[in-house]
């Protein structure tokens, strides 16, 4: 008799742990479901899963850029030494890259469109020649 007892409270006990269960869950899908409509539907949530993928690509290819920039800096400082004057087509190559580093954490601030992705659209630009160059030419 003590063991029916038991038996009958443990399967109220169930019952009742799979009811709030059921309601748990059937609130979780309700406030899914307005979230989801209150973000703006699939149009909304797409770019932010897009900018999420290429924040992580452009994030690695910053450091990417900022260590050839530095090894360029490293070479500059080297050409500065052994021809006392700076080699101006590294210079441009490391405003180059600073100008597209600027653009890589413009992207990842999440400022502008998500599809606005930092692509270069174009090599360095060449490096004016000076005149004591040409000159010698």
Do not use: H
């Not at 990417?64 to 400082?77: D, E, K, M, N, R």
């Not at 021809?83 to 210079?91: A, E, H, S, Y």
């Not at 469109?113 to 030419?137: C, I, M, T, V």
């Amino acid at each position: 008799e003590a063991l029916e007892k038991l038996r009958a409270e443990a399967r109220e006990k169930g019952r009742r742990a799979k009811a709030e269960t059921e309601d748990v869950l059937a609130r979780v899908k309700r406030s899914s479901r307005e979230l989801y409509e209150r973000m703006g539907g699939s149009e909304r949530i797409v770019p932010v899963l897009w900018r999420l993928g290429a924040w992580f690509v452009f994030g690695a290819l910053a450091g990417l850029v900022l260590g050839l920039a530095f090894t360029i800096g490293l070479v500059q400082i080297l050409v500065l030494l052994i021809n006392g004057r700076p080699n101006p087509r590294l210079g441009d190559w490391l405003s180059w890259m600073g100008r597209y580093l600027n653009q890589i954490l413009d992207y990842l601030k999440a400022e502008g469109e998500a599809r606005a992705l930092p692509f270069p659209f174009g090599p360095a630009p060449e490096a004016e020649e000076e005149d004591g160059d040409r000159a010698g030419s």
